[in-house]
């Protein structure tokens, strides 16, 4: 297991997790569809690469095309003691398989009575970025986070892929891990330690305005905050991490400094999670803003394959500028 700070790209991150995870938990194991055979032997972004050589068929294996079937059956596979780790291509997919995680997975201690657990990780990916047109381009983590039962992470760059994953793995409770897919050759420091869910990262420290955003958003912020320091605005960026648990608190926190909020997420804007974090401020922090906090999210239409118009209904670094202006106003 690594002990010094490396730098990765976010796909070696994810591979380094799941390499200490199978290590360390005999429980565990890992599968999916192509997860052996695609490419250069590792899925589609290389992320289980090495695994199946390394730990064997028994504990790493390819399935049939079927989410359906594969998500309830890790839901069962998890209640009865083991850990699973299941790769869904495209988080697009796994409406396929809803049933196993909603109403399987995310109830089971519930309805059970706490017989047992489902310590079960699904790993996907959304967002846009790279011309995957409208069923492989979606930003599906408000669906989750609103499910009692499941936590829902969201790693930002390479570190927090390598440490979220890790406790993903270790949670007694189904985890839903979105990656995004225009993020896994970013390259950060990783210091190969868990990271606890429910802990936002300060990614800027700011005084003048606050930013709440997530992954390809999440950069587009620190470059819009960048351009906003040349004019004299500090803003401050926060990562949530995970959509639930979420740190409320600090964001409180960030907003009884600077007075300001500015939410914003890559899925469509409508009756996204940036609204849940714009009424909680709003209720608990009401007194502490002094205007309304804005909300930047994708337009109401499916994402196109065409790259000038993906560029289009997805949110950019001109955009968060402009809402930081506005709220500022």
Not at 58 to 77: F, H, K, Q, Y
Not at 192 to 198: A, D, E, L, R, V
Not at 220 to 226: H, N, P, R, V
Not at 294 to 304: E, H, M, N, S
Request: aromatic fraction near 8%; charge should be negative; proline fraction near 5%.
């Amino acid at each position: 297991m690594n002990t010094e700070t490396k730098d990765l790209v976010t796909w070696r991150a994810l591979n380094a997790a799941m390499h200490d995870i199978l290590e360390s938990t005999p429980e565990a194991f890992v599968l999916g569809e192509d997860i052996t055979t695609w490419g250069t032997g590792g899925g589609t972004y290389g992320v289980t690469r090495g695994l199946r050589k390394k730990f064997g068929s028994g504990r790493v294996m390819d399935t049939p095309i079927s989410e359906e079937v594969l998500l309830s059956a890790v839901s069962a596979a998890a209640a009865r003691g083991t850990r699973p780790i299941l790769e869904i291509m495209y988080s697009d997919f796994s409406f396929l398989g809803f049933d196993g995680i909603i109403n399987q997975a995310a109830k089971a201690r519930y309805m059970f009575g706490g017989q047992f657990d489902t310590p079960l990780v699904i790993r996907s990916n959304g967002g846009s970025g790279i011309g995957k047109a409208a069923q492989h381009s979606q930003s599906l983590e408000t669906l989750f986070a609103h499910i009692p039962g499941l936590e829902v992470v969201v790693p930002g760059t390479p570190g927090d892929a390598y440490g979220l994953l890790r406790t993903a793995a270790a949670s007694d409770n189904p985890t839903i891990f979105l990656e995004h897919k225009n993020q896994y050759y970013d390259r950060g420091p990783v210091d190969f330690t868990p990271i606890p869910f429910g802990q936002a990262r300060i990614a800027r420290a700011g005084s003048d305005a606050t930013i709440v955003a997530t992954q390809q958003i999440l950069a587009y912020s620190l470059a819009a905050a960048e351009e906003l320091a040349a004019e004299g605005i500090e803003v401050e960026v926060i990562d949530p991490r995970t959509l639930y648990p979420f740190d409320m608190d600090a964001v409180y926190a960030s907003v009884g400094k600077t007075r300001h909020l500015v939410v914003g997420h890559e899925a469509v804007r409508d009756y996204g999670w940036g609204a849940e974090f714009v009424a909680q401020t709003v209720e608990a922090a009401w007194d502490k803003l002094d205007a309304a906090p804005v909300r930047v999210g994708g337009a109401r239409v499916p994402i196109p394959y065409s790259q000038p118009l993906e560029e289009v209904v997805i949110p950019s670094k001109d955009d968060i500028v402009a809402a930081v202006k506005r709220t500022l106003a």
